[in-house]
């Protein structure tokens, strides 16, 4: 699974998600990560796809002032954040928060991958309050 840590950015997609990022200064990749998550194309959710969106989920939640957890992971996005200081829409904000749904439910491979590991329980706590900074 490339993951390192139960943490929303402990994983190799979510760090090379955030390192695109880097090169934008608007919320197109945020809007088109959640998009393909939420792509009505496929029942179901791959894990990489799963692992971009909850990092992009995680930058609509700081933009909203709602940081979460600061650590080593994150430092691409806190500093990506603190230039660009731009407000999601409500609606991509409620399109966020349907995107960590799916990838809580019963069709998403990564949530199956985190269910046979040990911190499965740490993860979904982790996604879920994410969900809540969604505001």
Same mark, same amino acid.
């Given at each position: 699974?490339?993951?390192?840590?139960?943490?929303?950015f402990g994983n190799d997609d979510a760090a090379d998600w955030a390192y695109g990022l880097e090169k934008s200064d608007d919320l197109s990749l &945020?809007?088109?990560?959640?998009? +393909?998550?939420?792509s009505t194309d496929e029942e179901y959710l791959e894990s990489p796809s799963a692992c971009e969106a909850i990092a992009a989920a995680e930058v609509i939640a700081r933009l909203q002032g709602n940081w979460g957890e600061r650590n080593?992971?994150?430092?691409?996005v806190d500093a990506?954040?603190?230039? &660009?200081?731009l407000r999601?829409? +409500?609606d991509l904000v409620e399109r966020a928060r349907q995107a960590l749904d799916r990838i809580l439910g019963?069709?998403?491979e990564l949530r199956e991958l985190w269910e046979?590991?040990?911190?499965?329980?740490?993860?979904?706590?982790n996604v879920t309050e994410l969900r809540g900074r969604l505001q």
């Open positions: 699974m490339g993951a390192w840590s139960a943490d929303n &945020v809007e088109a990560t959640i998009a +393909a998550a939420l080593s992971y994150t430092e691409t990506w954040v603190e230039r &660009v200081r999601p829409s +409500a019963p069709n998403s046979e590991a040990e911190e499965s329980d740490e993860w979904a706590r």
